[in-house]
């Protein structure tokens, strides 16, 4: 099922300029969520003694941070799934194994005007990919109708909770899913 947005399509560094803005934000929101999720051990003496090692700290990962403008009233994990060029697209990335969390994120109004998200949700991609047999057929196909050179997957952040990928959560908005 392929369903159309309509209006026009910022460019490239439209957006990016845009979603740059958020940056101090998104680094608050990993900060807060990597105080849950990452394991720091005394590291073995032979690792003080080769490296110069005296901690050793797990799941310091690579992440995908993505916002949404305050008309997205929509609370799903969108990413490209197809692109005409042939580059490797967001989904193709992610399933070959890169990116370890993901940052999506949605702003208000209110949000936009301070820099702030007002709502958010880190999704850990190890587990999206050891579910994705499940979520595949959930997908929902969308079509960029501004670039018109590509398709979009999108899960609702319930139907990621629901078939138990890991993710923490800031959302105040039910998880929406009206397309």
């Not at 969108?78 to 969390?101: C, F, P, W, Y």
């Not at 993901?102 to 880190?122: D, G, I, Q």
Request: charged content about 30%; proline content about 4%; hydrophobic content about 40%.
């Amino acid at each position: 099922m392929i369903i159309a947005r309509v209006g026009a399509v910022p460019t490239y560094a439209d957006q990016r300029e845009w979603a740059d803005r958020f940056i101090p934000e998104a680094q608050r929101v990993i900060t807060t969520v990597l105080s849950r999720i990452v394991d720091v051990q005394v590291a073995p003496e032979h690792e003080d003694n080769l490296r110069a090692t005296d901690l050793l700290i797990d799941n310091v990962r690579n992440w995908g941070f993505r916002v949404r403008r305050p008309d997205c009233p929509f609370r799903d994990f969108t990413v490209r799934a197809v692109i005409n060029s042939g580059r490797r697209t967001e989904l193709a990335k992610i399933m070959a194994g890169h990116g370890d969390q993901y940052l999506y994120a949605w702003t208000s109004e209110a949000s936009n005007a301070n820099r702030r998200f007002s709502e958010w949700a880190v999704i850990d991609l190890d587990s999206f990919r050891d579910r994705y047999d499940v979520l595949a057929p959930l997908a929902k196909r969308e079509r960029n109708h501004g670039a018109k050179d590509s398709d979009f997957d999108a899960w609702s952040i319930g139907a990621l909770a629901e078939n138990e990928v890991k993710m923490q959560t800031k959302m105040t908005q039910p998880s929406l899913f009206a397309r």
